[in-house]
């Protein structure tokens, strides 16, 4: 081979190489990770319900994540009254620090901080559990006894997930909400009444609907990515982790793109 055909395979033909490879492996990963939706949604309608299994991850995802929950609305919401009334301060209109905070949580700042959280808290465990059981072949042997792992292990994650991250987003606003009212009223001397009367005549039901429509996407995504990770690990103990670290940062861009292609349709409509 002469040199100057070795210069064109280093230069020109091994990055088409690499571009192609891993642009094919990006389509086969998209393209298998539809289809696990679709047998997931399947799963999903057919028997048997697993109640006793949704019970419990209910209790892990919703019980178990509530005082973190609590804790990060409360800071969030004392921060973001901060800013805000240091801001309102300069206009004389400390009094709409109540609507501003009341429509940012239940827009924007509380499914995506809920969502967060969970994935880091929950989603993180659930793919580590999860692929543990498939690198000790534990998933296999479900599948050679008849037991779907989808039915058995991601509807009832799926289900529970779904219930309980709008649940959380919801409770994130309310802490998030008296956070402010703290601080507006302690730091800003800002009326009782005023700030909630102006959450109540200023915030609309379509603006909890969005907050609670985002919570409610963000939950599918947190639970499918989680278990689509952890079904595809391999390798050990080393794979978990990687699996484990994969999940967590693949849900979090997902949850990020999602929710601006989903706030700009929102806005749109």
């Given amino acids: ?34 289809f696990f939706v679709i047998e997931s949604a399947q799963e999903l309608v057919k028997k048997p319900v697993r109640f006793t299994e949704i019970i419990r991850q209910m209790e892990f995802i919703g019980n178990q994540s509530l005082v973190i929950i609590i804790m990060s609305a409360f800071a969030i919401g004392s921060v973001f009254g901060l800013q805000v009334g240091m801001v309102f301060k300069t206009f004389s209109a400390e009094g709409q620090m109540g609507i501003a905070t009341a429509t940012a949580l239940t827009r924007e700042l509380a499914p995506m901080m809920t969502a967060f959280l969970i994935t880091g808290r929950a989603g993180s465990a659930v793919t580590a559990e999860i692929a ?118 693949t849900i979090l861009l997902v949850i990020l793109l999602l929710d601006f292609v989903y706030t700009f349709f929102q806005i749109a409509i």
């Avoid at 070795?6 to 539809?34: H, N, Q, W, Y």
């Avoid at 989808?150 to 998030?176: D, K, W």
């Fill in 1 to 34: 081979m002469s040199t100057t055909n070795i210069k064109l395979d280093k230069f020109f033909i091994a990055p088409v190489e690499t571009v192609g490879s891993r642009l094919l492996m990006v389509i086969t990963a998209v393209g298998g990770f539809i």
């Fill in 132 to 249: 543990t059981m498939r690198v000790n072949e534990q998933v296999d042997a479900m599948e050679s006894m008849g037991v779907s792992p989808v039915n058995y292990l991601v509807v009832p994650r799926l289900v529970a997930s779904m219930l309980m991250v709008p649940i959380l987003s919801g409770i994130f606003v309310f802490i998030g909400v008296l956070g402010s009212f703290l601080v507006g009223t302690l730091i800003f001397n800002v009326d009782e009444g005023l700030y909630f009367y102006k959450i109540t005549d200023q915030l609309v039901y379509r603006d909890v609907m969005m907050g609670l429509e985002k919570a409610f996407l963000f939950s599918i995504v947190i639970a499918l990515i989680a278990c689509r990770f952890g079904l595809r690990a391999s390798g050990g103990a080393k794979g978990v982790g990687q699996a484990t670290t994969n999940s967590v940062i």
